[in-house]
């Protein structure tokens, strides 16, 4: 049976190499052809403890890691046992028959990867007799592996031959285990490769890779879960003449450096999780309230406290509004996909720039090394905003009213004409302190203005009409409109509102959200804390939560959304 | 330019220490933009909170640029300013409590990277600005607001903790000789790297430590500040931890040590850091 999209999870302990199994079946996927989405989940240490990495591949872009487990390969009995349930009705389980056994007759069969890869000569080659096998049970197109193959062990060196002939090898004892457990879960349909030059790549190096395309030349980080790759990611590639790129000693270092860095010119950028984000909440204050442009990346674990550092959370979403003490209201972008984190990083970059002032990128563990083909970012449609400064015989100065009816006025560079204080307590024109009611009146009305500059995000509104709309938020997008399309495909009259900018939202969505209807928000937090914020602005917004620390299934949300509507489908 | 900003609600108490570091520091930034041929725009003051703080409102003539940013963060601030422009002479203003309690934790890393900055530290031993209370410097057994029984800390030792970390430029002066001062401050900005001027500014209502400090000749009392002898080495780490063995408070360059600040040893690894334009990024991650 020719079947559109299939999800295949390795489940074992960490350092089995389960990410490199999913990665590596996804590029062979992705080569062929397909579109890919990997999904990993480990626990909070280095070596071992229960983890899994899957990849759903499919004909059509994938929104979200999917229901259930197509086939499932079950390194241990804890995997197997913690694992299985998520089977799809005629899934597969492979499991480790030097592990473990199990009683005949089950949707499974054992496999001794180890020992058969011993027998090419490459004992290291177990993950490609494994992969061979599930090969056979899609039906996956061999030749698209031995190239993966190929190219993978093509690294110049003298023994590079012998490996590839080895893994390949490997690769076909695995098919004919899997051939000779007389097991097949269909065949995945051909490919229909897009018509555009795709890159593979993570959430959090899509966003680095889009502020930096934006302009970014000041990064200071320190290492958190699931942040840390953005940092290494700037590491490795923020140099060059002007830019500048540094692992300070804490997130209160990270947050004070890139408000000098930002007051002194640059377009700064720092990365942190929610502990991180919590210790930076007074220096964000300052960045409102002296209106230094920076970017502060905020990528979502669970929480409070250390919480769940390597879980799927979408509940910072409040503190990223409202991080700091006095009246603040923070712009925030949140992606939903990888796409939107490379669009997001760019749009975060610009938007400080244009308003002088902070921004907050919020992503999740989600999105943050979640491997995705995407179409490649043409850097001709990327703009590169930079904040208005000021020249010699300008008349306005630093913290000047403003009311929106005129361009905001420059920003003075240190060196240049303007010289002012940035300053964080209340002040005048040049930034002198001031307690005086009228400068607290005008330059509050000021800052809160500047936020209607802040348009230009990405947002879908479709079948407005509906009394009932469904808005997700960041990666929660995925599964929702697995969750929509299926609901709609039943005959629900429900209507579809989704933007990347949560503060400020686009005047078009504020519009469709406040015209009276309902507003269910699938969001992956216990508060339901988006539709709270909404119902602030007046909206009848209600959530549906989960809390597990995992990303939602779409037929959960089918079944969730279905119940308040009063369509009684289940998936 | 005067600012002579009449809406400006701050002013230090008379008599107040950090009048004279006031001075001493206009002079230092007018004599270094002279000396460098340089727009007093060039200079960036970063300051803290408390009433040293207030330092950058306060400087009069051609303005520097500044921040007046929050308690404790005036390293990490003024670490982002000089990285992000090495061009900028930046100048940190700060009290004891600021730099030495709440922002203590940021000196270990200004000293291991060496930047650029130069930290007039104004230590008057209170916290002046909430009214009163111990400080980092006040002394064991103190007797102020938030110790009415006597402070049961034992007070800091600014200089020793300096030297102990690595700063490269160390001086202590004191409020009473601007033009000294001046001078000392000027040096320390000419000073490749991270250098502190410890100056003892005395705050006249809580804490007025200007006999202590200066003592009182006519009555034969010596006072706890000396000159540093004419015959020190500041070079040496020895000469100068055996100068803050003794007791008293030295008035001059400490210790000084050459050697390449963080912006020297970033361009070592720009030199031989792999330069991608943003196409080239892009393309490493085509699908293949």
Not at chain 1, 323 to 326: E, L, Q, S, T
Not at chain 1, 501 to 506: M, Q
């Given at each position: 049976m020719d079947k559109q999209d299939f999800v295949i999870r390795f489940a074992g302990e960490g350092g089995q190499g389960l990410v490199t199994s999913a990665d590596a079946l996804a590029r062979a996927a992705a080569h062929a052809g397909y579109f890919v989405q990997t999904h990993s989940t480990f626990p909070s240490q280095i070596m071992g403890g229960p983890a899994s990495s899957q990849v759903r591949i499919s004909t059509t872009p994938v929104l979200s890691s999917g229901d259930g487990v197509d086939v499932l390969v079950a390194l241990n009995q804890y995997a197997f046992d913690h694992h299985n349930e998520d089977l799809n009705v005629g899934g597969v389980t492979v499991y480790n028959a030097e592990e473990y056994d199990l009683p005949e007759g089950g949707q499974y069969f054992g496999i001794e990867a180890d020992e058969l890869a011993k027998s090419t000569g490459n004992a290291r080659a177990a993950n490609m007799v494994t992969i061979g096998a599930v090969a056979h049970l899609i039906d996956f197109n061999l030749g698209e592996i031995d190239e993966f193959i190929t190219q993978r062990f093509t690294r110049g060196r003298p023994g590079d031959d012998e490996i590839i002939t080895a893994n390949i090898a490997a690769v076909r004892l695995g098919v004919d285990v899997a051939k000779g457990s007389g097991f097949n879960v269909g065949q995945l349909s051909d490919p229909i490769p897009p018509d555009y030059k795709q890159i593979v790549i993570t959430g959090n190096a899509a966003l680095s890779m889009g502020a930096t395309a934006a302009g970014l030349d000041f990064y200071a980080g320190y290492p958190i879960s699931p942040a840390t790759t953005v940092l290494v990611w700037m590491e490795n590639y923020l140099w060059g003449e002007g830019r500048f790129v540094h692992q300070v000693a804490s997130e209160i270092e990270a947050i004070n450096a890139i408000l000098g860095a930002g007051f002194a010119g640059k377009k700064a950028m720092t990365a942190t999780a929610g502990p991180g984000f919590s210790l930076m909440s007074e220096g964000l204050g300052l960045a409102w309230m002296a209106e230094i442009p920076l970017v502060v990346t905020n990528v979502q674990r669970g929480?409070?406290?250390?919480?769940?550092?390597t879980k799927s959370e979408q509940s910072d979403l409040m503190s990223c509004m409202h991080?700091?003490?006095?009246d603040i209201k923070m712009p925030v972008l949140a992606p939903g996909t990888i796409e939107e984190c490379f669009y997001a990083g760019v749009l975060a970059t610009n938007w400080a720039e244009r308003y002088q002032g902070p921004v907050i990128l919020v992503s999740e563990f989600g999105l943050a090394d979640r491997g995705e083909n995407i179409r490649r970012p043409n850097l001709d449609d990327v703009s590169q905003e930079s904040r208005a400064t000021v020249s010699e015989g300008d008349t306005g100065k630093r913290y000047d009213s403003w009311d929106g009816s005129t361009p905001l006025p420059g920003m003075p560079t240190p060196g240049g004409p303007g010289a002012y204080v940035a300053n964080g307590s209340e002040h005048d024109e040049i930034g002198d302190t001031t307690h005086l009611p009228r400068h607290h009146v005008r330059l509050m009305e000021r800052r809160f203005k500047k936020l209607d500059l802040l348009t230009g995000a990405h947002y879908e509104i479709e079948?407005?009409?509906?009394?009932v709309i469904i808005m997700p938020w960041g990666s929660s997008k995925g599964p929702a409109r697995e969750a929509y399309d299926r609901l709609r495909a039943d005959g629900a009259d429900i209507g579809w509102v989704y933007s990347v900018?949560?503060?400020?939202?686009?005047e078009e969505v504020l519009s469709v959200l406040k015209s009276g209807k309902k507003v269910i928000v699938p969001e992956l937090n216990y508060l339901g804390q988006w539709s709270a914020l909404l119902r602030q602005d007046g909206i009848n917004a209600e959530s549906v939560t989960q809390y597990t620390g995992l990303p939602f299934r779409p037929a959960d949300l089918v079944d969730s959304i279905g119940e308040r509507i009063g369509v009684g489908v289940t998936a | 330019m005067s600012k002579r900003n009449l809406e400006y609600d701050f002013a230090w108490c008379p008599g107040c220490g950090d009048f004279g570091v006031r001075r001493a520091l206009q002079v230092a930034l007018e004599a270094y933009s002279v000396e460098h041929e340089e727009p007093q725009a060039n200079n960036v003051i970063v300051a803290g909170i408390g009433c040293s703080g207030n330092m950058v409102h306060l400087v009069e003539g051609d303005q520097p640029f500044g921040i007046h940013g929050i308690h404790g963060r005036t390293l990490p601030i003024s670490f982002g300013v000089k990285m992000g422009r090495p061009d900028l002479n930046t100048v940190v203003v700060a009290g004891d409590g600021d730099f030495l309690s709440i922002g203590g934790e940021h000196l270990g890393p200004a000293a291991s990277r060496n930047v650029d900055v130069t930290a007039v530290v104004m230590d008057n031993g209170v916290y002046g600005l909430t009214k009163g209370q111990s400080s980092?410097?006040?002394?064991?057994g103190a007797i102020t607001t938030s110790t009415p029984l006597g402070k049961i800390e034992t007070p800091v030792n600014p200089l020793k903790n300096y030297m102990a970390i690595g700063v490269s430029y160390i001086a202590s002066y004191y409020s009473s000789k601007p033009r000294q001062l001046a001078k000392i401050i000027q040096e320390a900005m000419n000073h490749r790297g991270f250098s502190i001027v410890h100056v003892q500014s005395p705050?006249?209502?809580?804490?007025?430590t200007y006999d202590i400090l200066k003592g009182k000749p006519k009555e034969g009392i010596k006072g706890l500040a000396f000159d540093i002898p004419e015959d020190h080495d500041p070079s040496s780490v020895q000469a100068a931890n055996d100068l803050l063995s003794r007791p008293g408070i030295p008035l001059g360059l400490i210790y000084k040590e050459e050697g390449k600040t963080l912006q020297d040893r970033y361009e070592d690894l720009q030199a031989k850091a792999p330069v991608k334009t943003n196409d080239q990024l892009l393309d490493s991650y085509l699908l293949q």
């Open positions: 929480g409070p406290a250390t919480g769940l550092p991080p700091a003490h006095g079948n407005a009409d509906a009394d900018a949560l503060n400020p939202l686009p | 980092p410097t006040s002394e064991f705050c006249t209502t809580y804490n007025d």
